[in-house]
């Protein structure tokens, strides 16, 4: 007996230092390809002119280089709980760490960025997502490492999910707006199902009968008075979308979702924005608070939305989720804070439970009690007093978690670590497990972990990350800031290529990406940080790269793109006048006829740039076209955002699926 | 020290045993026993001796009141206040406002009473102009033997209380009472026997109808002398401190082991067993746990800087910061080597005149120590001080900053203002406390630079003061690292105390949020960004125990902060507290009592002995103040003597919530207090500003719902805004000038009305550093809800809120975009004629003269409206008296709104003139309805501003403000 555990240590640790040198290796032979990638930056920077001169496209994202930092997106957790998988997105890998010895014993190499993992219920398989424009899954023996199979899924490829006899599995595309379902045994892609917009996670019920998929934006308006992401509900028998849950009003960027062991109960975590309101103030979750939204299974109905937040301090992005096994506690991480939240299940139901249907009538107003009835709840900062234990984590970005017995395991994606929490072991705390040694950061990797730290915001509200996403993009809202005058709220831009086409906001009033970067630091996170933080934030800002848009065809325009792009730079129509190819900006302000009802005196709007446009609905500086058809067409009735009324239906057609491959 | 005789013997007898017992134990020389064994305390640091006596000390003050949460008053408790030998001119007892309330005191036995002396509540005298006295043999049937004339008393102010003389009157029980509905309230009761000079009332049992909250424990509970030696405590607490240091990662082993042996030891010795063995083990179990609880992890650094100073002369929450109520003595001082068994004692302010020392901070870095410092000139506490001009301007507190070893020292403020509580920002700045505020109505940069070379009137408290004692306000102020830049933080009209930052960067304060309520409360705690934008409640708005949240600090690595449960009538001490803020806002929900041995002062009683200037190491460890003597309580304008307010009360030392209390220093001549860690700490977060201070001296509010917090009222019935603007007192004497219906009511002016969008929303321009509050008006332009608090804006700041007292637990409700802030903010306009400034015969007079005088005036009218008459010289106290005073106590000390209970509302003689067909047949227009309505609403007061330069002040603001007015 002992012999064998000496025998099996000595393997390990053979694995672990040949993965040691194999990665070594692999450092060295990166080096130079990456400095050549480093050296356009500059150029880039030179501004526009030199940006026409690299081509007619804006260089695409190239399929990342593996790097030694590991960046675990998703953690499982083998069923006796002597191994955790991490799915190692930086590092283009799966990390099998080994609790009881404390370290890495084996690291799976995968094609592709692994964005979620999952096992089936005996923990003898793994199965992969690997994110790319073509993504791939992959099933993996989860004892001995190898590949079983693998097999081509759909756009950005996220959130497995293996039903319980392990027949069939679901796979999020996230942006192809789709669900693969896949028939595991013969290998064979059922249906790619559509849904909304953004399938960002699902779990399914324990009878396999229904599959929840949770949207990580709204498909809607911007400046309708009700905004927020939804949830489906999809009959996996039908195969068909049989409800759509709208979350409250504000809710969006869902990131995680969970069904309760019992299988009464659906879990989902998402920013709840209170986005009607000028931004004068963060003080009680004046513009983004953090939200858990219950989902009741048997009347597949929204249960309640309750705030992650204190009333003094805000527990920003919440992001995974999870129960223990015996459902008694659910565990929720903050990816904004740094924190673990541990929620007494039982307890958060019975309050719930407990509160009237109806707001109460009485005159008097109790001023220690903020929840009166139901409709009380999503407002009340005080509500998980009692309820929930905010633990501080040592790591920063815990955007995975599993859970294992009484233990809570969570990743931290920036600093590259993961830490457990016993749960039987009050006061509860987080302990670190090493990973071993991680390289340094680079200032671009700084950048991005400050964009998404809202341990820098005033009380934790928010992160720059809170509104643009954790890559960011947009959450599709409109915000009212203070920068250009109250009551004008405009939509998120996204920050691609936000420091090559300046000025920057929808009426231009910053000169610069850099000035837009410090003003938001000031004015959103209401702090004053060090000039390295905002230089890093640039240098990742500047680092980002296109998205492949999902409308290519094999990475190339399709014969209606090819079409549209023809209408598209005919002066006739005149779209390239102000859009001209390469950054798809003059760089100028425009009267296209845009004004909408919350603008003030102005008809002058800041030329965006189209790259991308797939993936920023909704459109125009408000909000107020659902697709970029809407934009060609009912928003553009006077003809002055370029000559489309000559345009006849299949011509728009051609040139939204162009502008769309952008 | 003083101590009470009996206690002095105690100690002494335990002294002597355990001394032997120690000198055995320990192998050391023994010392002399006797008188100058006692002088050990003269020794700069703790001795062993000092300590041993201190734990001692502890035990029996400590020891002496139930611990727990201190149960309600009772109406005995309550009643002994008039009988406690106590005068101040205060109230010594208070009932609840009720029927015929009644107080009585029982001589114990039959007595022939010559005559009873009754101390009235001076500023609530005319309450008991017809007090009525009645006597009993047996405490069942009374006999009225006593009505007053009607004639309103004093005697703590002026000397002369009232005298009833008594003839053939023999009785056990005295008992004194009001007829009809109201408050009963008395300051103190002497009964004396027919020719004799003996106060028999003093300290008999009494009792009265019933308690309110203004009720305080004055019958202290029998002091209990706690057995010797409490051995099981001594381990039980040890034990605790194990197991906390051990999940701190210290090495306890040694002392756990040592203190389990102990506790098998005592078992053993039999209850008749060897006293002198159970003191030995007694001392050697403190010693061990001494030894552990000064390896805590948590104290990573070897030097404490603190104070040594003799508390204010005049005990009072807001008169201790004057400088000339300061006694000499102290400075600042640095305890090295705390933890060591030589610590030593290094003064940092030699060269300083005599004076006093007041509040220090750390910078962040550990390098630079800030703090307050005025000389002590003796004749000053007894001359007139209104006129500043005439007290030496150094005896005015002043900041200074120097290094941490005494080099550097440069005088950061001057003038003749008092300038402490100075607090390190973030930024390099610093907050501090000042009566620089003065008495602008609109506060601003250029108001506080001017107080850099001039002297400026100062402002004053409401509801006290005279020539001898001015309680000039002082509020929060901050300057850049040189002294120059000085802004105010705060535009509040009252006084703000003990300013902290806390990890959010926020600044923690105490506010005295007594605007047209009650004043003696709501002492509550508060924070503003750095700014000082967003003035907000943190807790304790209606709470009434604890009464003054002072000195609160956030606690390193917890959410929670420490503060000092404090009273009013004293110097800052008493209970500390943790506060949970996620807990709650009010009352003990968010409470964790860390001294519940001692109760909140003032309002559950006062305390044998008092804690202050918590330093918290984490939500288990502090570093505090503990006086041994009785927190003093405050005597008018009146210095309290030395022995009822010691110079040398307080001792610094190291507490846990477990119970542990470790001496580190006390000096026997003098107050030792504010101990800090001498060590870097971190800084908070620098909060970003958008604050144009010298820019246009306005700002905007926008309001999301007015509706929201407004249970039961319609959407769509309030249709206005009325914003009132609060002007700072500018008199120094209580009383003077009354502006209405009582002595304290806030100075007002109308600012104007701004329109409500129907979806409840209000986006409006107000005058920047001028506190406002705001009133929801309906379709008639009366109050259906009103603020009794103040807020404020710094230039060019807008700042929003949810609605009209809305749960302060909520984050804004995601409805619509508001109407409002879809347009430019709405210019204010300005009430009708008389309202600003406010004035009872400008905005009301005129309507009386038109519509009713007629009637209401001597020779007009029947005999019944000729009675009530309504021209100028009768007209406002007729009003305010109509219908049973029901005006007085509508516009009058609620301590808080409650909807539809605005004055007009509730008022009988707006239900007279509104009704049906109006008072005799008589339609008000709607200009005279406004004009009515808004001085109602408004508090029905006479006038609304404190003098006639304040007055003219007004007028030119009015002019300087026109383009944020729409004129009518």
């Not at chain 1, 026409?52 to 190239?62: T, W």
């Not at chain 1, 720059?464 to 831009?493: F, Q, T, Y």
């Amino acid at each position: 007996m002992v012999v064998s555990c000496r025998n099996r240590a000595k393997r390990c640790c053979l694995t672990h230092l040949s993965h040691y040198c194999f990665a070594m290796i692999r450092a060295f032979l990166i080096i130079k390809p990456t400095s050549v990638l480093n050296a356009v930056v500059p150029l880039w920077a030179l501004g526009c002119g030199l940006a026409v001169g690299l081509g007619s496209r804006v260089q695409a994202a190239q399929p990342p280089v593996p790097s030694q930092r590991l960046g675990p997106v998703a953690l499982a957790v083998a069923p006796d709980g002597t191994k955790l998988y991490i799915a190692g997105s930086t590092a283009q890998s799966i990390a099998i760490f080994d609790p009881v010895r404390g370290s890495i014993v084996q690291t799976l190499a995968t094609p592709g960025a692994p964005s979620g993992l999952t096992l089936d219920r005996q923990g003898k398989v793994l199965v992969v997502t690997c994110a790319a424009p073509s993504s791939r899954v992959c099933w993996i023996d989860a004892v001995s490492g190898k590949t079983l199979q693998s097999m081509p899924v759909g756009h950005t490829a996220m959130s497995p999910v293996l039903s319980r006899d392990g027949k069939t599995l679901y796979v999020c595309n996230r942006f192809e707006n789709t669900i693969s379902v896949i028939d595991v045994a013969s290998q064979r892609e059922r249906m790619r199902l559509p849904v909304s917009r953004e399938p960002f996670a699902a779990d399914l019920t324990p009878d396999g009968k229904t599959l929840l998929v949770a949207h990580h934006l709204h498909a809607g308006r911007a400046d309708a008075d009700v905004v927020a992401a939804t949830v489906s509900i999809i009959d996996t028998d039908a195969l068909k979308v049989v409800k759509t849950l709208a979350l409250p009003n504000g809710s969006g960027l869902l990131r995680g979702m969970r069904i309760s062991p019992d299988g009464k109960y659906a879990c989902v975590t998402h920013v709840l924005g209170r986005f009607h309101l000028p931004t004068t103030q963060l003080d009680r979750g004046w513009m983004n608070s953090n939200a858990l939204s219950i989902i009741d299974l048997s009347e597949m109905k929204l249960l309640n939305t309750v705030l992650l937040d204190n009333v003094d301090s805000g527990a920003a992005n919440p992001w995974a989720l999870g129960w223990t096994g015996d459902g008694k506690t659910l565990a929720v991480t903050h990816a904004g804070t740094h924190e673990l939240s541990v929620i007494d299940w039982p307890a958060l139901l019975d309050k719930l439970g407990k509160l009237p249907a109806t707001e109460p009538t009485t005159a008097a107003t109790d001023y220690s009690v903020s929840s009166r009835w139901v409709g009380d709840v999503p407002n009340d900062l005080a509500f998980m007093v009692g309820l929930r234990q905010r633990i501080k984590l040592h790591g920063k970005g815990p955007r995975a978690l599993a859970l294992s017995g009484n233990r809570v395991f969570v990743a931290h994606y920036f600093s590259d670590s993961l830490e457990v929490v016993n749960l039987a072991q009050p006061p509860l705390k987080a302990v670190a497990l090493s990973l071993g040694a991680k390289a340094a950061m680079s200032v671009t990797q700084r950048g991005e972990m400050l964009f998404n730290d809202a341990s820098i915001c005033f009380q934790g509200w928010q992160s720059c990350a809170s509104c643009h996403s954790e890559d960011a993009r947009v959450d599709g809202m409109n915000w009212d800031l203070l920068n250009d005058g109250i009551g004008n709220p405009k939509n998120v831009k996204s920050l691609l290529l936000v420091h090559r086409t300046p000025p920057v906001m929808s009426l231009g009033v910053r000169d610069t990406a850099e000035t837009a970067v410090r003003a938001g630091i000031r004015s959103i996170l209401f702090t004053v940080q060090p000039e390295e933080t905002a230089v890093a934030i640039d240098e990742w800002l500047k680092s980002l790269k296109p998205m492949p848009s999902p409308r290519l065809v094999n990475g190339k325009l399709s014969a209606a793109a090819k079409r549209g792009q023809k209408l598209f730079n005919d002066s006739k129509v005149g779209c390239a006048r102000c859009h001209p190819p390469g950054l798809f900006t003059d760089l100028k302000n425009h009267d296209v006829g845009t004004r909408g009802k919350f603008d003030q005196a102005t008809d002058l709007f800041d030329t965006p740039t189209l790259i991308e446009l797939w993936r920023t609905a909704p459109y125009l500086h408000d909000g107020s076209a659902v697709t970029v058809r809407d934009v060609l067409t009912t928003a553009n009735p006077t003809n002055q955002h370029g000559d489309t009324l000559s345009l006849t239906p299949p011509q728009i057609e051609d040139l939204v699926d162009y502008l769309l491959s952008l | 020290m003083n101590r009470e005789p009996w206690l002095s013997s105690f100690l002494l007898r335990l002294r002597r045993a355990v001394k032997y017992s120690l000198s055995l134990l320990l192998g050391l020389a023994v010392g002399a026993v006797g008188s100058a064994a006692f002088a050990a305390f003269d020794a700069p640091p703790p001795t062993r001796e000092q300590i041993e006596e201190d734990w001692l000390l502890q035990d029996v003050k400590r020891g002496a009141m139930p611990t727990g949460q201190t149960s309600v008053v009772t109406r005995e408790e309550d009643a002994a206040g008039a009988v406690d030998g106590i005068k101040n001119g205060k109230w010594g007892f208070h009932t609840e406002f009720e029927e015929n309330p009644w107080w009585q005191v029982d001589l114990r036995q039959l007595t022939r009473i010559g005559r009873i002396v009754l101390y009235n509540r001076c500023d609530f005298a005319q309450r008991n102009s017809r007090i009525k006295v009645s006597v009993s043999d047996d405490g069942q049937s009374f006999r009225q033997v006593y009505q007053h004339d009607g004639t309103v008393f004093y005697g703590f102010t002026d000397g002369k209380p009232l005298n009833v003389t008594l003839e053939d009157v023999t009785a056990r029980f005295v008992r004194l009472s009001l007829s009809g509905k109201s408050y009963f309230h008395l300051d103190e009761v002497e009964v004396y026997p027919v020719g004799e000079n003996r106060n028999v009332a003093w300290h008999q049992p009494a009792t009265q109808s019933s308690t309110s909250p203004w009720s305080a424990r004055s019958l202290s509970a029998p002091a209990r002398v706690p057995a010797p030696h409490p051995l099981g405590q001594v381990i039980e607490r040890g034990l605790r401190l194990v197991e906390s240091q051990r999940q701190l990662g210290a090495k306890v082993e040694v002392e756990a082991e040592r203190l389990q042996q102990i506790a098998a030891e005592w078992k053993q010795l039999s209850s008749d067993g060897s006293d002198a063995r159970r003191q030995q083990l007694y001392l050697e179990a403190h010693w061990t746990v001494r030894a552990m609880a000064l390896k805590n992890p948590l104290l990573n650094f070897d030097n404490l800087l603190f104070v040594k100073r003799a508390p204010a002369i005049l005990p009072h929450m807001s008169d201790q910061h004057y400088g000339w109520w300061s006694r000499p003595g102290g400075g600042l001082y640095v305890l090295q080597g705390f933890k060591s068994n030589q610590p030593r004692v290094r003064c940092l302010t030699g060269g300083f005149p005599e004076g006093s020392f007041l509040g220090p901070d750390l910078s962040h870095d550990g390098k630079k120590v800030l703090f307050a410092y005025c000389r002590y000139y003796p004749q000053v506490a007894g001359m007139e001080k209104v006129d500043k001009e005439k007290l030496p301007a150094d005896c005015f507190y002043k900041i200074y900053e120097m290094n941490i070893d005494g080099t550097g020292r440069r005088q950061l403020t001057q003038g003749r203002y008092d300038d402490f509580d100075p607090r390190y920002l973030p930024n390099g700045d610093i907050v501090f406390l000042s009566t620089r505020k003065g008495a602008a109505i609109q506060c601003s940069l250029h108001n506080s630079e001017s107080t850099r070379d001039s002297t400026q009137p100062d402002s004053y408290v409401r509801c006290g003061g005279d020539n001898l004692r001015p309680c000039a306000v002082f509020t929060l102020h901050a300057m850049d690292a040189q002294g120059q830049n000085m802004r105010p933080v705060s535009a509040f009209e009252n006084f703000e105390w003990t300013p902290s930052i806390a990890h959010d960067g926020r600044i923690l304060y105490a506010r005295w949020d007594y605007i047209d309520r009650f004043n003696g409360h709501f002492e509550s705690l508060w924070s503003a960004n750095q700014d000082g934008t967003n003035p907000q409640l943190v807790y304790g708005n209606y709470t009434v125990k604890p009464q003054a949240v002072f000195e609160a600090r956030a606690i390193p690595g917890s959410s929670k902060l420490v503060f000092t449960a404090s009273a009013h009538h004293s110097i800052t001490g008493g209970s500390l507290c943790l506060l949970d803020r996620a807990k709650g806002l009010e009352d003990e929900a968010p409470l964790t009592r860390l001294t519940p041995e001692v109760c909140f002062p003032e309002t559950e009683g006062w305390p044998e002995h008092y804690y202050a200037n918590p330093y918290p190491l984490s939500e288990e460890y502090f570093l505090v103040g503990w006086a041994t003597h009785k927190l003093p309580p405050h005597a008018g304008s009146t210095p309290v003597s030395d022995a009822r307010n010691p110079v040398n009360a307080m001792g610094i030392y190291l507490l846990d919530a477990f119970g542990n209390q470790e001496l580190l220093y006390r000096d026997p001549d003098i107050t030792s207090m504010y101990p800090l860690p001498l060590a870097a700490r971190p800084k908070p977060v620098a909060h970003s500003s958008a604050v144009d201070w010298q820019g246009t001296q306005e700002g905007r509010f926008l309001m999301q719902d007015v509706y929201e917090g407004m249970p039961g009222v319609a959407r769509g019935a309030v249709k206005t805004l009325r914003i009132v603007g609060v002007v700072p007192k500018v008199q120094p004497h209580m009383n003077q000038p009354m502006l209405g219906v009582s002595a304290e009511d806030t100075g007002k002016f109308v600012l104007g009305t701004v329109p409500v969008e129907a979806d409840g929303s209000a986006f409006f321009r107000v005058p920047s550093g001028v506190p406002v509050f705001f009133q929801a008006l309906n379709e008639d332009g009366q109050a259906v809800q009103t603020m009794r608090t103040l807020t404020y804006v710094q230039p060019n700041q807008t700042l929003s809120c949810i609605g009209c007292h809305e749960s302060r637990d909520r984050a804004p409700a995601v409805l619509k975009f508001p109407l409002a802030a879809r347009r430019a903010p709405s210019n204010l306009t300005p009430g009708p004629s008389g309202s600003w400034p406010l004035r009872y015969d400008q905005l009301v007079q005129p309507v009386l003269d038109r519509w009713c005088v007629r009637c209401h005036q001597s020779g007009g009218g029947d005999g019944l409206a000729a009675k009530l008459d309504l021209t100028l010289a009768q007209s406002y106290l007729n009003l305010i008296s109509f219908g049973g005073e029901n005006l007085k106590k509508a516009a009058f000390e609620r301590d808080r709104s409650l909807v539809g209970q605005g004055t007009a509302g509730t008022s009988r003689l707006w239900h007279l003139l509104a009704q049906g067909q109006g008072h005799q047949g008589i339609q008000l227009d709607a200009e005279s309805r406004q004009r009515l309505l808004t001085w109602l609403d408004t508090y029905a007061q006479r006038q609304g501003s404190f003098s006639d330069q304040q007055e003219r002040e007004l007028v030119q603001w009015r002019a300087r403000w026109g383009g944020m007015l729409d004129q009518r």
